[in-house]
Every structure is written in C-alpha cells, then in structure tokens.
C-alpha cells in the first residue's frame, strides 16, 4: 500500500530565510509525487508535480521539489520565504498511472513565518 | 475559467440528522474525487468517480456515507445519521480526460460540524 510520511508537524522560518519541507513515500513502481499548499480556511492549490524525466521540478511560486528515488524522498524548498508563505504544505503520492488516480496525502507540515 | 465549486461553505447538523454536500467540477473534467480532512485522520480518499464507470468507494468508511453523479457533472456526498466523528472538511476535486489527468484540482471544501 502507498503511504506518505512528513516527518515534520510544524516548522518555522524566518522571513527571508531558505526552506526544506520532506516527504518521504512508500509505492512499489514509479510514482506521481504531489505537493499541495493550503492557506486557512482554503481549498488545496497545487504547488508541483513529478510524474517522470528531470527529478528536479519547478512549481510556483519560487518552489521546487527534487525526486530522489534512492531515498524515497520529494522534498520541496524554497531560497527565500515571503510571509504570504506560511500555509499548510502537503506532500501527496498518486495511483497506477493510467488508472484511478486517487492520492494518498502526508499529514502536513505547517509553516509559520517569522517577520 | 472557473474552478471546483463546493456548497455549503458550512453546515453545521445535529446528531443524527441527514447532510448532503455537492459539488461542481471544472467544466469538462470527467474525473470527481471526494475526500475528508479531519483533525485525527488527515486527508483521506472516499469515492472517485470517472466518466460512466462505476465509482471506486472503496474509501467510504461506512454504509452511512454514499454519493452519486448525476449527468456526469455535479456530485452529491450524502451522510445519513451523522456522527459527532462526522465532522471534518469535505473537499472535492476533479481532473481532466488524457492529458494531464493524474492533475486533481481542488475546491474549497464544506466544513461540516456535527452537533
């Protein structure tokens, strides 16, 4: 069975300051890999993707998430954290490609930034 | 163009009572996913539905929670005889035909509060 783990509940940073949120998944073939932000009160906006090719992905908002196949591991960073940053960040793991797609979703890191 | 749409924004019920949640996908995408989000569990997958397949409910966690999909559009989640464990952020998403389809796009989900 698929599983996402974000080992980090809470993490704070200061305004400015660089960022590293890990995932680590457990699947038995290729995943699509997934990271969400959820601001309070708000729906999940998809921040990146990785389905194949290139392990080091560009998303918006300044993030990006590198693939690590070795490690299990899709942590997304970002060089310098704005305050409109602290959200809700989830890291997500998808299905067989080609079928039901539903995703298995990290229980979340929370972001707080300092000014 | 528009996103996912979710109504109520809040529902608030007493023990015991009946809820349906709706939602309106993106125009166009044939895939409809329903999860939960609560404090205990985190986000979980309770039903997808794809075209005119038979939905995938194997998320449902009992025979209290059913759902349907009417003219391969608009989606109603219905909770028969809530529960206080009820209570959770109920989101759904959808996705397109081919490509990009492994892509879910969330709406803003209905927070239920079961009294």
């Known amino acids: 069975a698929q599983s996402v783990t974000q080992p980090d509940i809470h993490i704070t940073v200061s305004e400015g300051a660089s960022l590293e949120l890990r995932c680590n998944y457990s699947y038995g073939a290729t995943p699509y890999l997934f990271w969400y932000v959820q601001s309070p009160g708000q729906g999940l906006q998809l921040l990146l993707k990785y389905f194949s090719g290139d392990t080091l992905v560009q998303g918006i908002k300044g993030f990006e998430a590198e693939f690590k196949r070795s490690q299990s591991s899709f942590n997304l960073r970002k060089p310098s954290v704005h305050w409109s940053d602290a959200a809700e960040y989830f890291c997500?793991?998808?299905?067989?490609?080609?079928?039901?797609?539903?995703?298995?979703f990290g229980g979340g890191t929370r972001v707080l930034v300092k000014p | 163009g528009a996103g996912v749409s979710q109504s109520p924004s809040n529902k608030v019920t007493e023990k015991g009572k009946d809820v349906e949640l709706r939602c309106d996908p993106i125009?166009?995408?044939?895939?409809l996913y329903w999860y939960r989000q609560s404090l205990g569990q985190g986000l979980e997958f309770l039903i997808y539905f794809q075209g005119n397949s038979a939905p995938d409910k194997s998320g449902l966690p009992s025979d209290r929670f059913s759902a349907e999909r009417t003219g391969g559009s608009v989606s109603t989640l219905t909770i028969q005889r809530t529960q206080q464990e009820d209570s959770a952020v109920y989101l759904c998403?959808?996705?397109?035909?081919?490509?990009?389809?492994?892509?879910?796009?969330f709406g803003p989900g209905t927070r239920l509060l079961v009294l």
């Open positions: 997500a793991v998808g299905g067989p490609q080609g079928a039901g797609n539903k995703l298995t």
């Open positions: 125009s166009g995408h044939t895939a």
């Open positions: 998403a959808s996705s397109p035909r081919g490509p990009g389809r492994e892509t879910q796009y």
